[in-house]
């Protein structure tokens, strides 16, 4: 029999083809037999990795590479202070890599938390108390409410027997299970009432099943499987700095040959020449970025808690900003976990709800509501029970018909529990002239059971195909529509036995969806990010309530169920995937493929999930947000991201952040690559024009770690742009040097390394002895200048104001007094070969900075004019 189709063949076939009697269950020694060709009923398990291998793979960036060449030329040239900085960022990462893929371990191991201890069997006619671990194909297991499910089970008896299965689905309500085969020949898993799955429990009842299927083969265990076969696919953003730091580093190394080369042939000193290119190698290596990088991305995620979303995968809070779809499951994330009446239409065809005075045709639906109903209120006076039930009885609640004192004036004499062959339930109370039974149940089936209408005057005539209509249109609402009966007789009946009921009206429940969720879907889709609906729930639910959201516009659009999906090969998905907005009734499987088929696309994709069944999923999409509330262990062990309140709308809070973080390290990268070229050009051009060598290789040092340090890390703090959600997101293969960054860098570099040239041929012409010292200042102080002006790519200082990020503005202080102890501080003179300044010398230098910062401004206003 192929594996996952248990269910649609009879029960007694089942057991035919595993040789067992029902009755008795398998003998002893065909169990050993059996358990020699399975194995144990265990889930599937990677090797653990070792230390020595996590820690290897945290060096295989090139960036991280040149960083430790970085470090070992530093502390040759006796800059121990860099070596130090360098080897704490490069450690820094690694322990931070290697506690990421320890988190990712643990997903597995969760999942394995699942499987169940012990199981009731069935064997040589006896029952037994068994390690679970020992079930084989073939056993016949015993199940009793509160059990958990210890393999995969063909049931093949059902006493009111109803499982939880939302570790498995993610639905949250309860599946009544039975022992037929379901209609059709493709069904999702939710959908197949007469199987009971490894690691689900059961909740009421009672039922025997079936093994077929242990372990790996269980549907938990094939979850397993994917991931551990899964793993962490690179970020956008370890993809983009992986790409820079390679053409960065072949692009130090030819400046370098080219510098060392220029000065030997201009006669300088090899020695000087030598120290002055690995200096310079030094300088050009942005070795703050990752220390910036890690910084920006920890007080992200510090900022991210405080909006209730956990970060779990630092390098994924960047990736954030670049998310193009956002996949996302309906119950308890876009909706609120909790089922609501909304429709109430009395047998006189009225609609009613809490705010009107209930009619009498209302009035005793509502009781029927109340009393045809098992929930419970509990002492803090909350609804305890199945979540229909619970709004139900709040529903009469409304009305003031509290449960408790109707069954104090009708009590409950006789009832017939909900039976899922038949879709309804009953329950008999004690009234004046006899009885009074109240019958609910499926509208399809209680409808032709009903003679008549009532009508407190006397039952009138019916018309069934009217009410059929009414709640085919109530389920088109994506309502889950219940019909009420009632009938008075002298006793109670015999079980089955419904004649003569009489029909009250419709009720259509809805679990309502959450209000803030429409502004964030709204908020996503202005930001270019496609929002879809993956949930296990029906079609017309679902389509309900991603119009309600504003996730499709038509009330009317088409839904992709699983049982299409199954017929689909790879190329009609990818045809279709970017059009569909709204899935339904699929399995962890189609979950996979659907983003699959997004990411085919280039599609950079959020998947949000809460049961075991989307731990794959998650873990395979480029974001896995998990749900911190209703969540399972596995699913927040597979996932990226952990939202502590299920919210939709946190997601969109923490796109806004993702945004915000990429854009400050843009804003780094700019800003260290323009200082960069600034040292290299004044390096390389000043031979060229006949100058002598401007700078020595303490003052790159020097102007690399002021500069790039104190301000770099300070622009962590940067607020968001204004337009950070108006505009779309930026393409996942786009480079961190795109959107003319590169240009950008290349004009302020020259225009930086011109002026510092200019003033040292001023200085020069005019015998000023302290040119290089000016030369030294103007540099640092215009670094510092451009920090200011590239605080936000399009809004100007003025408007962005200087205490809006008061971090860099105290580095930038910071960073000029330092400089200034340079060069007036006696001691540090000899140290830093510099020369104190007259107040003229300083007040050039002072005023060429003023004019990198005006420049970057004027390019700010240029790039923001009005086309024509």
């Given at each position: 029999m192929t594996p996952g189709t248990w269910h649609l063949r009879e029960a007694a076939d089942v057991a035919r083809e595993h040789t067992v009697d029902p009755t008795l269950g398998l003998d002893l020694a065909e169990v050993r037999t059996r358990a020699g060709r399975h194995g144990p009923n265990e889930l599937p398990s990677a090797p653990p990795r070792s230390l020595a291998s996590l820690l290897a793979e945290q060096f295989r960036d090139l960036m991280i590479l040149v960083l430790v060449g970085a470090a070992l030329i530093?502390?040759?040239?006796?800059?121990?202070?860099?070596?130090?900085?360098?080897?704490?960022?490069?450690?820094?990462?690694?322990?931070?890599?290697?506690?990421?893929?320890?988190?990712?371990?643990?997903?597995?191991?969760?999942?394995?938390?699942?499987?169940?201890?012990?199981?009731?069997?069935?064997?040589?006619?006896?029952?037994?108390?068994?390690?679970?671990?020992?079930?084989?194909?073939?056993?016949?297991?015993?199940?009793?409410?509160?059990?958990?499910?210890?393999?995969?089970?063909?049931?093949?008896?059902?006493?009111?027997?109803?499982?939880d299965e939302s570790a498995l689905t993610g639905e949250s309500v309860t599946v009544a299970k039975q022992t037929g085969v379901p209609a059709g020949e493709t069904h999702a898993l939710g959908d197949r009432?007469?199987?009971?799955?490894?690691?689900?429990?059961?909740?009421?009842?009672?039922?025997?099943?079936?093994?077929?299927?242990?372990?790996?083969?269980?549907?938990?265990?094939?979850?397993?499987?994917?991931?551990?076969?899964?793993g962490w696919e690179p970020t956008p953003l370890q993809r983009r700095l992986s790409a820079f730091g390679k053409r960065l580093a072949l692009a130090v190394l030819g400046i370098c040959v080219l510098v060392f080369a220029a000065g030997l042939l201009r006669g300088e000193p090899a020695l000087?020449?030598?120290?002055?290119?690995?200096?310079?190698?030094?300088?050009?290596?942005?070795?703050?970025?990752?220390?910036?990088?890690?910084?920006?991305?920890?007080?992200?995620?510090?900022?991210?808690?405080?909006?209730?979303?956990?970060?779990?995968?630092?390098?994924?809070?960047?990736?954030?900003?670049?998310?193009?779809?956002?996949?996302?499951?309906?119950?308890?994330?876009?909706?609120?976990?909790?089922?609501?009446?909304?429709?109430?239409?009395?047998?006189?065809?009225?609609?009613?709800?809490?705010?009107?005075?209930?009619?009498?045709a209302a009035c005793e639906l509502l009781r029927a509501a109340a009393l045809c109903n098992d929930a419970q209120v509990a002492r803090d006076g909350a609804l305890q029970g199945?979540?229909?039930?619970?709004?139900?009885?709040?529903?009469?609640?409304?009305?003031?018909?509290?449960?408790?004192?109707?069954?104090?004036?009708?009590?409950?004499?006789?009832?017939?529990?909900?039976?899922?062959?038949?879709?309804?339930?009953?329950?008999?109370?004690?009234?004046?002239?006899?009885?009074?039974?109240?019958?609910?149940?499926?509208?399809?089936?209680?409808?032709?059971?009903?003679?008549?209408?009532?009508?407190?005057?006397?039952?009138?005539?019916?018309?069934?195909?009217?009410?059929l209509q009414q709640a085919e249109a109530m389920a088109g609402e994506g309502l889950r529509v219940l019909a009420f009966a009632r009938r008075?007789?002298?006793a109670p009946p015999e079980a089955g036995d419904v004649k003569g009921l009489q029909f009250l009206g419709l009720v259509g429940l809805i679990d309502p969806p959450r209000e803030e969720a429409a502004a964030a879907v709204?908020?996503?889709?202005?930001?270019?990010?496609?929002?879809?609906?993956?949930?296990?729930?029906?079609?017309?639910?679902?389509?309900?309530?991603?119009?309600?959201?504003?996730?499709?516009?038509?009330?009317?659009?088409?839904?992709?169920?699983?049982?299409?999906?199954?017929?689909?090969?790879?190329?009609?998905?990818?045809?279709?995937?970017?059009?569909?907005?709204?899935?339904?009734?699929?399995?962890?499987?189609?979950?996979?493929?659907?983003?699959?088929?997004?990411?085919?696309?280039?599609?950079?994709?959020?998947?949000?999930?809460?049961?075991?069944?989307?731990?794959?999923?998650?873990?395979?999409a480029d974001i896995g947000v998990a749900m911190g509330r209703g969540g399972t262990d596995v699913a927040r062990g597979a996932s990226s991201l952990v939202l502590l309140d299920d919210n939709f709308a946190t997601i969109a809070a923490s796109v806004r952040e993702g945004r915000r973080i990429y854009d400050n390290i843009r804003k780094f990268v700019r800003y260290a690559l323009t200082g960069n070229a600034g040292e290299i050009g004044v390096i390389f051009l000043a031979p060229l024009?006949?100058?002598?060598?401007?700078?020595?290789?303490?003052?790159?040092?020097?102007?690399?770690?002021?500069?790039?340090?104190?301000?770099?890390?300070?622009?962590?703090?940067?607020?968001?742009?204004?337009?950070?959600?108006?505009?779309?997101?930026?393409?996942?293969?786009?480079?961190?040097?795109?959107?003319?960054?590169w240009q950008q860098v290349l004009v302020a570099g020259l225009l930086l390394a011109g002026l510092c040239l200019g003033v040292q041929a001023w200085a020069l012409h005019v015998g000023d002895a302290h040119w290089q010292t000016m030369v030294f200042t103007v540099l640092t102080f215009g670094q510092l200048a451009l920090v200011l002006g590239l605080r936000s790519e399009a809004t100007p200082l003025w408007r962005l104001g200087l205490f809006s990020n008061v971090p860099l503005?105290?580095?930038?202080?910071?960073?000029?007094?330092?400089?200034?102890?340079?060069?007036?501080?006696?001691?540090?003179?000899?140290?830093?070969?510099?020369?104190?300044?007259?107040?003229?010398?300083?007040g050039w230098c002072l005023a060429l900075a003023a004019l990198v910062w005006a420049a970057v401004e004027a390019g700010k206003a240029w790039c923001g004019r009005p086309a024509g």
């Open positions: 530093s502390g040759v040239l006796g800059d121990w202070v860099d070596t130090l900085v360098i080897v704490v960022i490069v450690v820094l990462n690694a322990a931070i890599g290697i506690v990421q893929a320890w988190r990712a371990d643990r997903a597995l191991a969760a999942l394995k938390q699942l499987a169940a201890a012990h199981a009731v069997v069935l064997r040589a006619g006896r029952t037994d108390r068994i390690p679970a671990h020992a079930l084989v194909p073939g056993d016949v297991v015993l199940l009793e409410a509160g059990n958990q499910v210890p393999a995969d089970l063909r049931l093949f008896e059902s006493v009111q027997l109803r499982i009432t007469n199987m009971a799955y490894k690691g689900t429990t059961a909740t009421q009842g009672r039922g025997r099943g079936l093994v077929v299927a242990t372990g790996r083969t269980t549907e938990l265990g094939q979850m397993a499987h994917l991931l551990a076969q899964g000087l020449m030598l120290l002055t290119a690995v200096s310079l190698a030094v300088a050009a290596i942005p070795e703050a970025m990752p220390a910036v990088v890690t910084v920006l991305l920890a007080l992200g995620a510090r900022r991210m808690v405080a909006i209730n979303a956990l970060v779990r995968r630092l390098a994924s809070v960047e990736t954030l900003g670049s998310v193009t779809w956002i996949c996302s499951d309906k119950t308890g994330t876009l909706t609120q976990n909790r089922m609501r009446a909304e429709t109430l239409r009395d047998g006189q065809g009225l609609r009613w709800d809490a705010a009107q005075s209930a009619a009498p199945d979540p229909t039930e619970t709004a139900l009885a709040a529903l009469a609640a409304s009305a003031g018909l509290q449960r408790a004192a109707l069954e104090r004036q009708s009590p409950r004499i006789a009832e017939e529990p909900f039976d899922a062959t038949v879709k309804r339930m009953s329950t008999w109370h004690g009234d004046a002239a006899g009885v009074v039974g109240y019958t609910k149940g499926a509208p399809e089936l209680l409808l032709p059971l009903c003679e008549g209408l009532w009508h407190p005057a006397g039952a009138t005539a019916l018309d069934h195909a009217h009410w008075a007789l002298p709204r908020e996503c889709l202005a930001a270019g990010i496609a929002v879809a609906m993956i949930t296990g729930d029906h079609p017309a639910t679902a389509r309900a309530i991603a119009w309600r959201l504003g996730i499709v516009r038509d009330p009317r659009s088409p839904v992709l169920t699983g049982a299409q999906l199954a017929g689909m090969d790879a190329a009609a998905l990818a045809a279709c995937v970017r059009e569909v907005r709204v899935y339904a009734r699929v399995d962890p499987l189609q979950k996979i493929r659907i983003v699959q088929a997004l990411q085919a696309h280039g599609e950079l994709v959020a998947m949000t999930g809460d049961g075991v069944n989307d731990a794959p999923a998650l873990q395979r024009l006949g100058l002598p060598l401007p700078l020595l290789p303490i003052h790159i040092l020097w102007i690399n770690l002021v500069t790039d340090g104190l301000p770099g890390l300070a622009l962590a703090a940067e607020p968001a742009e204004r337009n950070v959600m108006q505009r779309p997101p930026r393409p996942p293969a786009e480079s961190l040097l795109a959107r003319g960054l503005l105290l580095a930038v202080l910071l960073s000029v007094v330092l400089q200034l102890a340079t060069v007036y501080v006696p001691w540090l003179n000899p140290v830093f070969r510099t020369q104190p300044l007259t107040a003229m010398e300083l």
